[in-house]
């Protein structure tokens, strides 16, 4: 299968009651995971890089990486760029044969972030990409992107709806309470807000910074409207654990193939977790 636009799983997972797993990868070993998770579970899955990856690993690499994953794997995955606030590295990644762009105006003032994500929007249309744009702000941190907790702010539902409306974007991330990075105590969730939200916007709705929020919590933002869950810190610490674990149980080990491929299996068995947490496994 081919890449496909990330907007028909959105839909159907809203319409069914249930999450498409965002996973971010930084290289090829985690991007395979991810693919073969999706593969072992029969689960649509967007495969997203962050700008700070596409900067590390080139859009025309993760391009090739996730075409030749898609083509060996038969369930639909997207490939999209995370939380870029820059026009080029959008602009690049569209041109490179990304499915999906994020553009995070999250910071500007009101009429701009609307002006620029109409912009993007513009772009993505002419190649059939999607795009994913934020509306209040996700605290925490994110590799480059660090939004501090008192600069963190809820997103109000009414401007939700003006937003959506303005811009025509196909999915809005949303601020409940969730914040990128590993918490520091348990995340509160405001559902009501994220109720609220959900029964005025129609278009599919974001969850950023799930990595570390208890199953509970997240099972009740799918049931109150979620439909991409994004996850990343969760693959890195699984990954970072295993290959200390390998590395310090054969210190002389010196390659790859055989210290990575713990640490491989470790994200996959991650990534796999969360599908079926999100009710996304047999829905390919
Ligand atoms: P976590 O690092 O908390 O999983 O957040 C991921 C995310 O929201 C990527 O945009």
Same mark, same amino acid.
């Given at each position: 299968?081919?890449?496909?636009?990330?907007?028909?799983?959105?839909?159907?997972?809203?319409?069914?009651?249930?999450?498409?797993?965002?996973?971010?990868?930084?290289?090829?070993?985690?991007?395979?995971?991810?693919?073969?998770?999706?593969?072992?579970?029969?689960?649509?899955?967007?495969?997203?890089?962050?700008?700070?990856?596409?900067?590390?690993?080139?859009?025309?690499?993760?391009?090739?990486?996730?075409?030749?994953? /898609?083509? !060996? *794997?038969?369930? $639909?995955?997207? =490939? &999209?760029?995370?939380?870029?606030?820059?026009?080029?590295? %959008? @602009?690049? #990644?569209?041109?490179?044969?990304?499915?999906?762009?994020?553009?995070?105006?999250?910071?500007?003032?009101?009429?701009?972030?609307?002006?620029?994500?109409?912009?993007?929007?513009?772009?993505?249309?002419?190649?059939?990409?999607?795009?994913?744009?934020?509306?209040?702000?996700?605290?925490?941190?994110?590799?480059?992107?660090?939004?501090?907790?008192?600069?963190?702010?809820?997103?109000?539902?009414?401007?939700?709806?003006?937003?959506?409306?303005?811009?025509?974007?196909?999915?809005?991330?949303?601020?409940?309470?969730?914040?990128?990075?590993?918490?520091?105590?348990?995340?509160?969730?405001?559902?009501?807000?994220?109720?609220?939200? /959900?029964? !005025? *916007?129609?278009? $599919?709705?974001? =969850? &950023?910074?799930?990595?570390?929020?208890?199953?509970?919590? %997240? @099972?009740? #933002?799918?049931?109150?409207?979620?439909?991409?869950?994004?996850?990343?810190?969760?693959?890195?610490?699984?990954?970072?654990?295993?290959?200390?674990?390998?590395?310090?149980?054969?210190?002389?080990?010196?390659?790859?193939?055989?210290?990575?491929?713990?640490?491989?299996?470790?994200?996959?068995?991650?990534?796999?977790?969360?599908?079926?947490?999100?009710?996304?496994?047999?829905?390919?």
């Amino acid at each position: 299968m081919e890449l496909v636009n990330p907007c028909r799983m959105l839909q159907d997972a809203r319409k069914g009651g249930y999450a498409i797993g965002a996973f971010n990868v930084h290289n090829l070993e985690t991007l395979r995971a991810v693919a073969e998770a999706a593969r072992e579970a029969g689960a649509p899955v967007i495969i997203q890089a962050t700008p700070g990856t596409v900067k590390y690993a080139g859009a025309d690499f993760l391009m090739a990486m996730a075409q030749t994953a /898609a083509r !060996r *794997v038969n369930v $639909p995955i997207a =490939l &999209h760029l995370d939380h870029s606030s820059d026009l080029d590295t %959008i @602009k690049a #990644c569209i041109a490179a044969g990304f499915t999906s762009v994020m553009f995070d105006g999250s910071k500007l003032p009101w009429e701009e972030n609307i002006a620029l994500t109409r912009q993007v929007v513009a772009m993505a249309r002419e190649k059939g990409v999607a795009v994913e744009a934020e509306l209040g702000r996700i605290g925490g941190r994110e590799e480059e992107l660090q939004v501090a907790s008192k600069e963190a702010s809820y997103t109000d539902p009414g401007e939700a709806v003006a937003f959506v409306a303005a811009t025509g974007i196909d999915s809005l991330a949303i601020a409940i309470g969730t914040a990128h990075g590993v918490y520091k105590g348990e995340p509160q969730l405001d559902l009501d807000r994220l109720a609220a939200i /959900a029964a !005025r *916007v129609e278009i $599919p709705l974001v =969850l &950023h910074g799930a990595s570390g929020v208890p199953d509970e919590a %997240i @099972k009740q #933002c799918i049931q109150r409207g979620i439909c991409k869950i994004n996850i990343a810190t969760d693959l890195k610490l699984a990954m970072a654990a295993a290959l200390r674990e390998t590395l310090a149980a054969n210190p002389e080990e010196n390659d790859p193939r055989r210290y990575l491929t713990p640490a491989v299996n470790r994200v996959k068995e991650v990534a796999l977790t969360k599908m079926y947490l999100f009710g996304a496994a047999g829905r390919a």
